[in-house]
């Protein structure tokens, strides 16, 4: 990583410590920024803080779930931000919800690294 | 006496005058004559024997001729008259006898017709006010058969003997449209008699049984019988409610087997992983090569946990409808019972351009969460009014919309109301009626100030929407024939076949068509055939095959029944139809015009297929000689020109069958005024015109 280049930033919100490790390992491996938020009322606390590019969402989480969460962050402006969903709700009426209610991606666990890694990548890209 | 009148009784009158008158005055003037005159005339009587005995035999002989010959016509005459009278007595009242004859006999005649002519008044009135009684017993009876038609169970109501007075639609489904089914039919022939002897023991108890049962096609059905009682609280019948059980066993053995796998697979799995991480944590010292496979182990247990949960998905979840009682429901009702159901809350319009499709829910379900929804947008923001549309998300889901004008509640909000219990039906909440359904619910804003609630549901699997014309609902074919109480009557059925009364039969019309008139070389290529029962033709209840005979069919044929042979190639062959029509005519008598024709082809296949026809069979032509020996001509056209019945369709095999059914109910009728009403008596008296026909030489031509 050089200077000149501003690291892209990934924002982590999973309840669930295990898979957050794995994520955050990962995602710092591959050269971004990482933040973690623990539950959806810190999720949208900590897009305003940290001003990610893109927010891996997990879906069930206490207090405020992951679809709510992604509805409120397109209501209050976030539009250009990268949202994907990840999450052990597989269901394909749970996939079109979440890609309804604004999410760019629905990632079903579990989920092979490389590919997490490829989709974030192209996503950021492609923006 | 005016000469026309009785000419022949008054010639026959003046010669016998004649003849005695001159014996009387030959007698009287041979008193008087004395011995030498009497002594000439014996000469001249001598002289003249040859013309005298010529003259007398001549006359005598007229006479004769002239007896034997009237009396002949009187007979003759009177005869036709008693078998045009019968007609008119039976099948037949609209019968004009025909006024031809000696004098006396066309005054009988007359007399005759004028005396069917005021039974005609008599019995238009008596039938129209029959007419207004039925009416009202047949609008009872048109309910009920409404009511069956449209109950989605499958029922069969059945006498005490186990034959089928009423089914519906549904049953006919469930049973697989077997042939068998049908009005005065043995229940048994499809579902075991023991089962149902037992079911009927505990019946007897008190009890509603619930036997199960395997049916022909190896399918599971579930069978729950209820007492009909008669007026003596004697047991008359049972109801019979059938359900298939195959899909639902077969399910929970495949769940069953589902979840032993998952159980187990998941404990080996855990373990290896369990083991490989502990290795790793114990020895940090290990050889990178051996942490390293320790490693994999880990990610392949991982990767194999993660298939088998989604093989459990995959086959749990399209059956999901089935272990809560999700029905199949058209979109455009499904919209129209939200609608009623909202009015009263928001005034509701519905988007009339609703696409066809059947939604898989607990409609009712639905219809609460919708309300609780609406009550809460109307209360917390002051929603008033909504429009309903529906349209396909994915092949398996369907969105069911509500959108209004105004600003969406935030998700937050929106949460908590799906989490609230839905007010009438205790704890259950939207979110769980939704998540039952395999759904999913949201709000959202739409376009230009507007919101949405969008709500996914199961689409009905694809096949199942493929054949909703087959659905039960309602329309005007939906209202069968399929009932006959009068079976109720019926008496144990331990009777012989012979002894059997005509009135109880059921009876199995039928017809075919052929290649050609060879019984051995030639082929069937269609059969037709009608049930009778209870002195009604069951039109409903019809069988109506082509049959490929595997050849072309001959242009001469073609000709007469205008089946051709590409209407038949590709059909089922003969061995196929056969086993079908045999179990359609199981347990009833046959019944055809000319049927030895039909009996033999159908006995050539016998050997191949092993299906044998042993029921009686009666023919309607020889039970038309038998009643009417003065007829000449006994075929399907002049019998039925003679009893009234109309002909329609001849020379297919179902018309033929329809023609034939409709002449043998009338033919019956005779029979039974002449107080032949057994079937035994019947067959003894076709046998007996049979073997006079034969000795004719008349039989054969068909």
């Keep these: ?127 | 006496m005016s000469p026309p009148r009785g000419r022949a009784l008054f010639v026959t009158l003046v010669v016998a005058y004649v003849v005695v008158a001159g014996a009387g005055l030959s007698l009287a003037a041979w008193s008087g004559l004395a011995p030498a005159q009497r002594e000439l005339v014996a000469a001249s009587a001598r002289d003249q024997a040859p013309a005298l005995l010529l003259l007398t035999g001549g006359a005598l002989a007229g006479l004769v001729w002239l007896v034997v010959h009237v009396i002949g016509r009187y007979a003759a005459t009177a005869r036709r008259l008693t078998a045009e009278t019968r007609l008119l007595l039976g099948p037949n009242p609209d019968h004009h006898v025909d006024p031809s004859g000696p004098v006396e006999l066309v005054e009988l005649a007359g007399a005759v017709n004028d005396l069917a002519e005021r039974r005609r008044v008599a019995e238009t009135e008596v039938a129209r006010q029959v007419r207004t009684a039925r009416a009202e017993i047949e609008a009872e009876r048109n309910r009920l058969a409404a009511l069956m038609a449209e109950l989605t169970v499958a029922v069969l109501v059945c006498n005490i003997e186990g034959r089928i007075l009423l089914y519906n639609r549904a049953a006919r489904l469930v049973l697989g449209d077997d042939p068998a089914i049908g009005l005065g039919r043995s229940v048994h022939g499809i579902v075991d008699r023991g089962l149902i002897t037992h079911a009927l023991d505990r019946i007897r108890e008190g009890a509603t049984a619930q036997v199960a049962t395997v049916l022909r096609d190896r399918r599971l059905l579930q069978v729950r019988l209820a007492p009909v009682h008669g007026t003596d609280r004697t047991l008359i019948g049972f109801v019979m409610v059938l359900e298939d059980e195959t899909g639902r066993v077969a399910n929970s053995v495949r769940a069953d087997a589902l979840l032993r796998d998952l159980s187990e697979g998941t404990r080996a799995s855990l373990g290896s992983i369990r083991a490989a991480a502990e290795n790793i944590l114990d020895s940090p010292d290990m050889q990178p090569e051996h942490r390293r496979a320790f490693i994999e182990v880990v990610r392949d247990e991982a990767e194999r946990l993660g298939d088998r949960v989604e093989r459990w998905v995959a086959e749990s979840i399209p059956h999901l409808g089935e272990r809560w009682l999700l029905t199949d429901v058209r979109g455009a009702d499904l919209l129209t019972v939200l609608a009623h159901e909202l009015e009263g809350f928001v005034a509701t319009t519905v988007d009339p351009d609703v696409p066809e499709l059947w939604l898989q829910v607990d409609s009712h379900a639905v219809a609460q969460v919708a309300v609780h929804l609406a009550t809460c947008l109307r209360d917390e923001c002051g929603l008033v009014a909504l429009k309903l549309s529906l349209g396909a998300a994915t092949d398996r889901l369907a969105q069911l919309d509500a959108r209004w004008r105004g600003p969406a509640p935030g998700p937050d909000t929106f949460n908590a109301w799906l989490d609230q219990p839905l007010t009438s039906s205790g704890a259950a909440s939207a979110r769980e009626v939704v998540e039952r359904h395999g759904g999913e619910v949201w709000c959202a804003a739409g376009a230009a100030g507007s919101a949405y609630v969008r709500m996914l549901l199961p689409l009905t699997d694809a096949t199942a929407t493929s054949t909703s014309e087959a659905r039960p609902g309602p329309g005007l074919g939906s209202r069968p024939e399929f009932y006959d109480f009068e079976l109720f009557e019926l008496r144990e059925e331990s009777l012989a076949w012979q002894e059997r009364a005509l009135a109880d039969l059921t009876w199995t019309v039928f017809d075919t068509e052929t290649t050609g008139l060879d019984p051995v070389h030639d082929e069937i290529i269609s059969i037709g055939a009608v049930r009778v029962l209870g002195g009604r033709l069951l039109r409903q209840e019809s069988f109506d095959r082509l049959v490929d005979p595997g050849r072309s069919v001959p242009a001469g044929s073609i000709a007469v029944h205008g089946i051709t042979t590409s209407m038949v190639r590709g059909q089922p062959s003969i061995d196929d139809v056969l086993p079908l029509f045999a179990r359609y005519a199981d347990d009833t008598v046959l019944v055809g015009h000319n049927v030895g024709f039909d009996m033999r082809l159908l006995r050539e296949k016998e050997e191949r297929t092993g299906i044998r026809f042993g029921q009686p069979v009666l023919d309607t032509l020889l039970l038309d000689a038998a009643l009417h020996p003065d007829f000449e001509e006994h075929s399907l056209e002049a019998i039925a020109g003679r009893l009234g019945v109309e002909v329609v369709g001849r020379h297919t095999a179902l018309g033929d069958a329809t023609v034939t059914a409709e002449v043998f109910l009338r033919l019956v009728t005779l029979f039974e005024q002449r107080g032949i009403d057994t079937l035994g008596e019947v067959l003894a008296a076709s046998r007996a015109t049979l073997h006079a026909r034969l000795d004719r030489s008349a039989y054969g031509s068909r």
């Design chain 1, 1 to 127: 990583m050089t200077a000149d280049v501003v690291a892209r930033r990934v924002l982590i919100v999973d309840d669930e410590p295990n898979i957050v490790l794995s994520l955050e390992f990962l995602m710092r491996k591959n050269g971004f920024e990482t933040s973690v938020a623990r539950d959806g009322d810190a999720a949208l606390a900590e897009v305003e803080r940290f001003r990610p590019d893109l927010v891996l969402l997990d879906a069930m989480m206490p207090h405020r779930d992951g679809f709510e969460v992604c509805q409120q962050l397109r209501a209050s402006g976030w539009t250009d931000l990268k949202i994907v969903m990840l999450t052990a709700k597989g269901r394909d009426s749970e996939v079109a919800k979440g890609l309804a209610v604004g999410a760019d991606a629905y990632v079903t666990k579990p989920f092979s690294t490389r590919s997490l890694v490829d989709q974030v990548t192209a996503l950021l890209d492609g923006a």
